[in-house]
C-alpha cells in the first residue's frame, strides 16, 4: 500500500468515524451502500458489511434512530445509550476502510482514531442536546436533531467521495467543539 493510499483510508475512516457521533446507523447505512454498490472497497474480513442483509438492517436501524431522536426525553436517553455505541460504530467503520495493513496498525489506527473523533463528535452533540433541552424545554431538540442527521449524511457522503476534505472539515469541527466547550467551561 503506498503512502497515499494509507493516508486515503486513515481520512476516509476518521470521515466516518466522526459522522457515527452525530448518528450511529446512518454512516453505517451510508457505508454499506457504497461497498454494495461498488464505490468502496472494504476490508476483506468487513465484506459482510457491503451484502444486502447489512443494508436492509441498517436501514431499518437508521430509520428507528433518526424517528427516535424526535421523541422529546428519548432523546436524551439516546444519547447516553449512543455514546459508547458511537466510539464502538466509529472504530469498526474505520477498521473496515482500511484495507492492506497489518493488524495491529489497522486496529491501533482505528482505535485511536476512530474511536476518539466518534466520541468527541457524540459528547459535543449530547452536550448541545442538553443545553437545548435546557434553555428551550426541549422545543429546539428536533432542530439539533434535524441537523445531526443531515451532517452525519453528508459527512457519510464526503468520506465516501472525498476523504481528504472530509477529513479537514473532522478538523475544523474538532477545533470549533473544543473552543465552544471551553467557552461554556468558562462561563460556569
Do not use: C
Not at 475512516?13 to 447505512?29: C, E, V
Not at 443494508?55 to 436517553?77: H, K, Q, R, S
Not at 482500511?98 to 466518534?118: E, N, Q, R
Request: glycine share 10%; net charge positive.
Amino acid at each position: 500500500m503506498s503512502g497515499h493510499d494509507l493516508a486515503l483510508s486513515i481520512a476516509l475512516g476518521i470521515g466516518l468515524a466522526a459522522a457515527t457521533g452525530l448518528r450511529i446507523f446512518l454512516p453505517m447505512l451510508v457505508t454499506s451502500v457504497a461497498a454494495y454498490t461498488g464505490h468502496l472497497h472494504l476490508n476483506d474480513s468487513f465484506a459482510w458489511l457491503g451484502s444486502v442483509p447489512a443494508m436492509t438492517t441498517f436501514g431499518v436501524a437508521a430509520a428507528a434512530e433518526l424517528l427516535a431522536y424526535y421523541i422529546p426525553a428519548v432523546d436524551n436517553l439516546l444519547d447516553a445509550v449512543a455514546t459508547p455505541l458511537a466510539v464502538v460504530a466509529g472504530t469498526v467503520l474505520a477498521a473496515a476502510v482500511m484495507t492492506d495493513l497489518s493488524p495491529v496498525v489497522k486496529w491501533s489506527t482505528a482505535i485511536i482514531a476512530g474511536g476518539s473523533v466518534a466520541g468527541l463528535t457524540q459528547g459535543f452533540t449530547t452536550l448541545i442536546r442538553a443545553k437545548s433541552t435546557l434553555l428551550t424545554a426541549g422545543v429546539g431538540n428536533p432542530v439539533v436533531a434535524t441537523a445531526e442527521a443531515g451532517g452525519a449524511i453528508l459527512m457519510s457522503t464526503v468520506a465516501v467521495i472525498a476523504p481528504f476534505v472530509a477529513l479537514g472539515a473532522v478538523l475544523i469541527i474538532a477545533w470549533l467543539a473544543v473552543r465552544t466547550m471551553r467557552k461554556w467551561l468558562r462561563q460556569r
